[in-house]
């Protein structure tokens, strides 16, 4: 009886020992598991130099048709004589409907901010069906910001709704349809006033686009992952020169000293100036 006892004791132990073994293999096999990511992630190939090459090029390029466009813009506001150019009917009227936003900021301002973020988005999904992609699910629209959910993003998707005004083009499409059916110039007296459907229009286009540019100015200063994606300097040198284009746009069709030909003519010329002073200038640093 006595002989009998140990040999249990050495049965039970073992079991113990096998369970003790199997426990501490478990860890090892997860943590051997976790480290695979890790692995994949280190072996990323850096960019290739002809891509930030390339992209260096493009921010120099932007910077460059972004002081050219500046500049020529300056030029051609300067070029018109004062208050004439202030007082013309497009610019009284687009000045009326800019004053229209503090106030209606002031008094809805979570309507607005929804409004602006279904632009917003809705201007992403045009572009992404534009550039060939898909849009998977419904699009997220809130106060607090919005997202699409899609299988293709470039420079234009996702940058598209910062410089593209989607109620301003909105309103422009819709006169433009209305100005091939009645005549928008046509004088209305209300009474003692005189009113044109155009000044309805150039109220509306003010409002819409000095909507645009504040919501844009305040999306741009939160953290957005719309300019990360190609670069934050890039992303805001596209913007600032896009909307650069819109506002000289407008003064060409606002104003009548200022035109489309001029303000091309006086761009080249910018243009080639520039080019001839750093001609100028590199050659007198070689020789």
Known sequence: MASDRPSPKKKATRPKKKAAAKKRATPKKRHSAKKNPARTTRCEAPAPYWKLV???????????LAGITTLTFLQSISAVKGISFLTTEPVFFFGMGML????LVWGFSD?????????HE????????????????????????GHVVTNKSNLLISLSPYFVPFYTVLIGTGFLVA????????????????FKPMFLFYAMIGFSWTMH???TLTMLLKDQPDLHMNGTLMSLLVIYLANSIVVTAFVILASSSVTLRSFLTDWSTNLINLWNATLFRIAALVW
Do not use: E, M, W
């Open 54 to 64: 390339a992209r260096a090029a493009f921010i120099l390029l932007l910077t460059l």
């Open 111 to 119: 309507q607005l901010l929804y409004l602006y973020v279904f632009g």
């Open 179 to 194: 100005r091939l059916l009645v005549d928008l110039n046509t004088t209305i007296q209300l009474g003692p006033l005189a």
């Open 100 to 103: 229209v936003l503090p106030l």
């Open 213 to 215: 540019i504040y919501y």
């Open 122 to 145: 809705l201007t992403h999904v045009i572009f992404i069906y534009l550039c060939g992609g898909k849009v998977f699910g419904d699009i997220r629209v809130s106060v607090t910001g």
